[in-house]
T-cell receptor
Framework: DAGITQSPRYKITETGRQVTLMCHQT?????MFWYRQDLGHGLRLIYY???????DKGEVPDGYVVSRSKTENFPLTLESATRSQTSVYFC?????????????FGQGTRLTVV | EDKVVQSPLSLVVHEGDTVTLNCSYE??????LLWYKQEKKAPTFLFML????IEKKSGRLSSILDKKELFSILNITATQTGDSAVYLC?????????????FGSGTQLTVLP
């Protein structure tokens, strides 16, 4: 099915553990984004990628690592999870070159760090 | 520092009322402004605005951009309880910019029956 999918939808992990959130899109959009959403803060950009093998920091990158070896995948890794990283994480993709599209969002991953 | 500011932060109205949501921005390399509606799930796209003064309309929702004064408004007429949601605006940047798709903190709209 075409679209953007995130997995898992829900995750509970312990402080200090590494956890990876997956994001996959089927449109071949060049840009992909990871956001976290917390009450009172709206959507804050963690990392983004303009193309395969090109990533850059957003507003709140500390404690996160990303990679983009293939255009369609953009995993987000929390290297050593902390309670402050409890949040809802959204992945998005878009075209922002000559063709400009809106950002399409995955359904989100609710991560709880205990 | 780039800023996207939405107002009001929250709004409570009754069905049938008309509401106006505001989004102002101070960014370099502005390209477009997007509006999204978010219920208890992922944001859904409403409008993309790139040119000043051209109204985008979809049913009871409409939006317009003023690139001189750096703001956009989202109007909802004859509100319904199903319009209750968080409304988000975001700005996109020209390719090669140091910043990317940046969101405001949203307006929580509650429509009472």
């Amino acid at each position: 099915d075409a679209g953007i999918t995130q997995s898992p939808r829900y995750k509970i992990t312990e402080t200090g553990r590494q956890v990876t959130l997956m994001c996959h899109q089927t449109w071949s959009h060049s840009y992909m984004f990871w956001y976290r959403q917390d009450l009172g803060h709206g959507l804050r950009l963690i990392y983004y990628s303009a193309a395969a093998d090109i990533t850059d920091k957003g507003e709140v990158p500390d404690g996160y690592v990303v990679s983009r070896s293939k255009t369609e995948n953009f995993p987000l890794t929390l290297e050593s999870a902390t309670r402050s990283q409890t949040s809802v994480y959204f992945c998005a993709s878009s075209e922002q070159g000559d063709l400009l599209t809106e950002a399409f969002f995955g359904q989100g991953t609710r991560l709880t760090v205990v | 520092e780039d800023k996207v500011v939405q107002s009001p932060l929250s709004l409570v109205v009754h069905e049938g009322d008309t509401v106006t949501l505001n989004c102002s921005y101070e960014v370099t390399n502005f390209r477009s402004l997007l509006w999204y509606k978010q219920e208890k799930k992922a944001p859904t796209f409403l409008f993309m605005l790139t040119s000043s003064g051209i109204e985008k309309k979809s049913g009871r929702l409409s939006s317009i951009l003023d690139k001189k004064e750096l703001f956009s408004i989202l109007n909802i007429t004859a509100t319904q309880t199903g319009d209750s949601a968080v409304y988000l605006c975001a700005v996109t940047y020209r390719p090669g910019s140091a910043r990317q798709l940046t969101f405001g903190s949203g307006t929580q709209l509650t429509v009472l029956p």
